[in-house]
C-alpha cells in the first residue's frame, strides 16, 4: 500500500492536529500516514497579522505543496483558510468540530467579569477586541501573536492580566484546565469555521478524496458552511471584526446562525441572526450577510481593511 503525505504547518497546535487526523485516517481506512512540516511565511514572521494585508498566510505554502504534489493531502484550521475556492484543491472532509467558543485564561482563576477595570488582556485578534470592547468592561486590550505557550506565558509572567485564544487550539493541546473562563456566544461570537478543521486533496485525487470522506461531519460541514457564506459576502478576510457561530437545532431540522460585524474604533457593532435548513446553509449565510450589509456592516468591514 502506497504511504498518503500529510502536509502540515510546523507549530505545535498544527503538528497535534495534523496527527489527530493521521491517526484517526490510520484506524478507519487502514492507510499508511506519514506528516511532512513546510515551513510557512506566517510562522517566520512575529510581526502583528494585519499588517501582512492577504488572507490565508498561514495557508499558501502548504496548498502549494499539496498542488505540487509534494504531499498528498494537508489538514488546515477552518477559520485559516480563505473563503474563495482554490480551484486545484478540494476540501474532501470537516469532520466533526471542537467547543467553538473562545476561552479567557487570566490570572487568579478570573472570568471576564471579576477582572477590575483597567485590567490588561491580551489578543491580536479585531474581532475578539471589538467584541471585548462592546462588554464595556473597561479592559485594556493589547496586541498578542505567537504560540499558544507565548501567549499564556505573557499572563503568567504577570504581563498581562489575561489572554484570549480559541477553545479549540487549548483542546487539542490538553490544555483546558487553564481556561478560567469558556466565553459565551451571546458575548463573543467565534471566528467562522473556528474549532473545525478542513481536509484538502488535489481536485484530480479520488482516491485520496473517498479516503477522506470518512471523516466528514454533514453537520460541522452545513454550519462552516453558513459561516464562511456569510464571510464571503461581507467580503471580509480573517482580519476583519467579524464573528459567526452556527448551530444545527431541533434534531437536525434547523440551522441556527449568529454574527456580528465589530469596530475597532468603538461605534456600535452589527449583530443580528438567521435560520433556516441545513440545506440551504450557503444561502442562509448570503441572506444574513446581505441584511448586515443593508445595516451598514459594509463601513465597518471597510474600516478595518488594511492599506496594502
Ligand atoms: N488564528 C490562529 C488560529 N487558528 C486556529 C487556531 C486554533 C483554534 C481553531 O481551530 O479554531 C488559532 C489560535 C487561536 O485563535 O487562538
Redesign the pocket.
Known amino acids: 500500500m502506497t504511504t498518503l503525505r500529510l502536509g502540515t504547518r510546523g507549530s505545535q ?1 498544527a503538528v497535534t492536529q495534523s496527527s489527530h487526523i493521521a491517526d484517526r485516517l490510520r484506524a478507519e481506512t487502514g492507510a499508511d500516514v506519514e506528516l511532512v512540516t513546510i515551513s510557512t511565511l506566517g510562522d517566520r514572521s512575529s510581526a502583528p497579522l494585519s499588517t501582512f494585508g492577504g488572507q490565508g498566510v498561514f495557508v499558501a505554502a502548504v496548498r502549494d505543496a499539496l498542488a505540487s504534489g509534494e504531499v498528498d493531502l494537508a489538514v488546515h ?4 483558510l480563505p473563503t474563495y475556492a482554490d480551484p486545484r484543491l478540494t476540501l474532501a472532509a470537516i469532520p466533526q468540530r ?1 467547543d ?1 467558543r473562545d476561552a479567557l485564561v487570566a490570572r487568579d482563576g478570573l472570568t471576564l467579569a471579576e477582572l477590575p477595570a483597567g485590567s490588561l488582556v491580551g489578543t491580536g ?1 479585531p474581532r475578539r477586541v471589538s467584541q471585548l470592547n462592546a462588554l464595556g468592561l473597561g479592559l485594556r486590550i493589547t496586541g498578542l501573536r505567537g504560540n499558544v505557550d507565548t501567549r499564556i506565558g505573557k499572563m503568567t509572567s504577570g504581563e498581562l492580566d489575561g489572554v484570549v ?2 477553545r ?2 487549548l483542546a487539542r493541546l490538553g490544555r483546558t484546565d487553564e481556561i478560567t473562563e469558556a466565553i459565551d456566544p451571546i458575548q463573543m461570537l467565534p ?1 467562522p ?5 478542513a481536509c484538502e486533496c488535489r481536485a484530480d485525487d479520488a482516491d485520496t478524496h473517498r479516503l477522506l470522506s470518512v471523516l466528514d461531519d454533514p453537520d460541522t460541514r452545513a454550519a462552516v458552511s453558513a459561516e464562511r457564506s456569510l464571510l464571503a459576502t461581507l467580503e471580509a478576510g480573517c482580519s476583519a471584526p467579524v464573528g459567526a457561530l452556527a448551530e444545527i437545532v431541533n434534531e437536525g431540522e434547523e440551522l441556527w446562525l449568529r454574527a456580528v460585524v465589530g469596530d475597532i474604533s468603538g461605534s456600535p457593532s452589527i449583530r443580528l441572526s438567521a435560520s433556516g435548513p441545513p440545506s440551504e446553509a450557503v444561502a442562509i449565510g448570503e441572506r444574513l450577510a446581505a441584511e448586515m450589509l443593508a445595516e451598514g456592516a459594509d463601513r465597518l468591514v471597510q474600516a478595518s481593511t488594511p492599506a496594502p
Open positions: 497546535l484550521s477552518l477559520k485559516d471542537e467553538p485578534s485564544l480559541a479549540a487550539g471566528a469555521g473556528q474549532g473545525a478543521l
